[in-house]
């Protein structure tokens, strides 16, 4: 005997609902363990495993008489689900029964249970830890009993599922932990298609679905009650079924199958609410924001305007004048100078000097429309307003940054010193010359420009070419071919040619 031939034979059975899984898990696990020797298929087997073949194929001839009565069709009956694990014998099972409920009256029947079907599956050669196996057992009792519903044409209670392991259903009413990929995706299989509520704990002795797993001999499966009949307790009051233990909800903080949950500390960072301090971060050219906050202030004119009337405001879309454009400048150095210099604006606005310890003292500033500007001698100069007392502004504001941008695109990206000379006509950035030199630096297209030439490395002579005494040609030829009909014009010779290699 072969394990090929145990195979087929094993396999030749036909057993769709797993009536007879009793009876063929024996050599279903007499195959796992010829795949543990590693036997070849067509090697004889030992001595042992012959011995126990035999007896099997003897045992299993009994099986020609095996008969269960089923009665599936009342709709008032509740499927059972029962699922256990045989660690020893490394297999999991799995079977499942009708409960057809008492009626009384005409169509009067008593209760009565009825076997659907079983399954047992072998694990794998791969070492499982039990509660892995117990909840691989349930997972295959949810799928079974799915296609079961799927199937019949009946329609039937939500069913009832039963285990001997109260580690399957701690996992099962758990919702807080955190469980490793193999558990998770398995709990969640049993989560989307049942509810913890119908899960129930079962001793191990009143298991019925623990009878595969021990295995049974053909004679003794027909005179099985509880293969055949179902558990006893079933046909009792629900409230003399089995007591369900308290520790479900126990913690699972020593679980090895939990995850590690790890500490992490957060800082809450207020979100800045100025709807400016949004607009400066967001745009990256000056003149696109003087012309966006334009437009926020004529928006707000015209609301102002239509708030009396209670009109709706009209769509028309009309471009920002450049009055506007300039109160909209005006509004953002403001914002700006709140930002950085806001001590400096409230000394100047209550009259007072500012303190001597500020930056902006050496520049006498004063406030001209609510804008901080530099002071000095030159009101009776011929000088634009704007260049006798330019805005100042701080270089660490991002405004200093968008300004001294537009500059230095607007002047064809010149210098350091012009684009200084052009900044003084309007502003008065404290230590420009570092922040305009930054600018330069960032900038790329004056770095393509002014970058210096990268120099060639030329690599060393090969020997062949630098040795005087070993030239690269060492033995010169001349060659002469010909001839050939040359035309040169309206001229048509013959002439032959020479041709030799470079001498050294």
Not at 53 to 70: A, H, I, P
Not at 97 to 121: C, D, N, Y
Not at 278 to 297: C, F, G, M, Q
Not at 471 to 490: E, M, Q
């Amino acid at each position: 005997m072969t394990r090929r031939g145990i195979l087929a034979v094993v396999n030749s059975i036909y057993d769709p609902l797993g009536l007879l899984a009793p009876v063929i898990l024996p050599a279903k696990l007499l195959l796992k363990d010829l795949c543990k020797e590693q036997s070849g298929w067509d090697e004889d087997i030992s001595e042992k495993h012959a011995e126990d073949w035999k007896g099997w194929t003897e045992d299993v001839t009994y099986l020609s008489n095996f008969q269960v009565n089923r009665c599936l069709k009342p709709a008032d009956s509740r499927t059972h689900c029962f699922s256990a694990v045989a660690p020893l014998l490394g297999c999991l099972r799995v079977c499942l029964w009708h409960r057809i409920l008492p009626v009384t009256g005409e169509q009067a029947r008593q209760e009565a249970l009825f076997l659907v079907m079983g399954k047992s599956r072998v694990a794998s050669l791969k070492q499982v830890t039990i509660p892995r196996l117990e909840l691989t057992a349930a997972v295959v009792a949810v799928k079974i009993d799915k296609m079961l519903h799927q199937e019949l044409q009946v329609p039937l209670q939500p069913s009832t599922f039963w285990t001997d392991s109260t580690t399957v259903l701690r996992y099962i009413d758990n919702d807080t932990a955190r469980f490793k990929t193999f558990v998770a995706n398995r709990i969640n299989v049993i989560r989307e298609a049942t509810k913890p509520s119908q899960w129930k704990y079962v001793r191990t002795t009143e298991n019925p679905a623990d009878l595969p797993s021990r295995g049974l001999k053909a004679k003794s499966l027909a005179q099985s009650r509880t293969w055949i009949d179902g558990p006893s307790f079933l046909l009792n009051n629900e409230c003399d079924w089995p007591e369900q233990p308290m520790q479900r909800k126990e913690s699972l903080q020593n679980d090895p199958e939990v995850k590690n949950t790890a500490t992490v500390n957060t800082i809450q960072v207020e979100e800045d609410k100025e709807p400016m301090n949004k607009l400066i971060d967001y745009y990256s050219e000056w003149h696109k924001l003087k012309r966006a906050v334009a437009w926020i202030l004529k928006l707000k004119r015209t609301l102002q305007q239509l708030k009396d009337e209670r009109k709706e405001l009209s769509r028309t879309i009309i471009q920002a004048e450049k009055t506007l454009k300039s109160k909209a400048e005006s509004e953002i150095i403001k914002f700006s100078q709140r930002q950085q210099f806001n001590e400096e604006l409230q000394a100047l606005q209550k009259g007072k000097q500012v303190s001597r310890n500020s930056q902006l003292f050496r520049l006498d500033p004063i406030l001209q429309d609510s804008i901080l500007r530099v002071g000095g001698r030159l009101n009776k100069s011929a000088m634009p307003e704007t260049a006798k007392r330019p805005a100042i502004i701080s270089k660490h504001s991002r405004v200093a940054t968008l300004i001294l941008s537009d500059i230095h695109q607007r002047t064809g990206h010149a210098g350091r010193s012009y684009v200084l000379a052009q900044l003084r006509r309007k502003y008065w950035i404290p230590q420009a010359n570092s922040a305009i030199r930054k600018l330069l630096n960032k900038c790329v297209v004056c770095r393509r420009i002014t970058g210096k030439v990268g120099s060639r490395r030329w690599r060393t002579y090969l020997k062949i070419a630098s040795c005087p005494i070993n030239p690269h040609l060492p033995t010169p030829g001349v060659d002469f071919f010909g001839p050939f009909d040359v035309k040169r014009g309206r001229v048509q010779s013959r002439d032959t040619a020479c041709c030799s290699p470079a001498l050294p």
